[in-house]
């Protein structure tokens, strides 16, 4: 079992920028590779980016590529994303997910595929 919290969610301006944090607990971090997800009122949760086990290979969604960046330090069990020029349309709550991954460069933008999800923190932008 694996226990995600996020944190680092909060109102801002268009253009600003946000850092989200994702704590595990409970199990080896560095056997998990990361996600991103994110669910604005009546859309269905969508992926935005991903982290492999060794932080090695990432990938993002077409919407947030060059102004969003995914990290994860392995030895404070913490996953990041950095988001920069930020816009209205990224309001929404931000989710974490881990999933057991085989491989150092797995990832996936299937919110099916992971495992174990946080409670989600808050992103509003404000025009």
């Known amino acids: 079992q694996v226990q995600l919290i996020e944190s680092g969610g909060g109102l801002v301006q268009a253009g600003g920028s946000l850092r989200l944090s994702c704590a595990a607990s409970?199990?080896?971090?560095?056997?998990?590779?990361m996600g991103w997800f994110r669910q604005a009122p009546g859309k269905e949760r969508e992926f935005v980016s991903a982290?492999?086990?060794?932080?090695?290979?990432?990938a993002y969604a077409d919407s947030v590529k060059g102004r969003f960046t995914i990290s994860r330090d392995n030895a404070k069990n913490t996953v990041y994303l950095q988001m920069n020029s930020l816009k209205p349309e990224d309001t929404a709550v931000y989710y974490c997910?881990?999933?057991?991954?085989?491989?150092?460069?797995?990832?996936?933008?299937?919110?099916?595929?992971?495992?174990?999800w946080g409670t989600g923190t808050q992103v509003t932008v404000s025009a």
């Open positions: 409970g199990r080896t971090f560095s056997n998990y590779a």
């Open positions: 997910a881990a999933r057991t991954a085989r491989t150092t460069s797995y990832t996936s933008t299937k919110n099916n595929e992971y495992d174990y």
């Open positions: 982290i492999s086990k060794s932080g090695t290979r990432t």
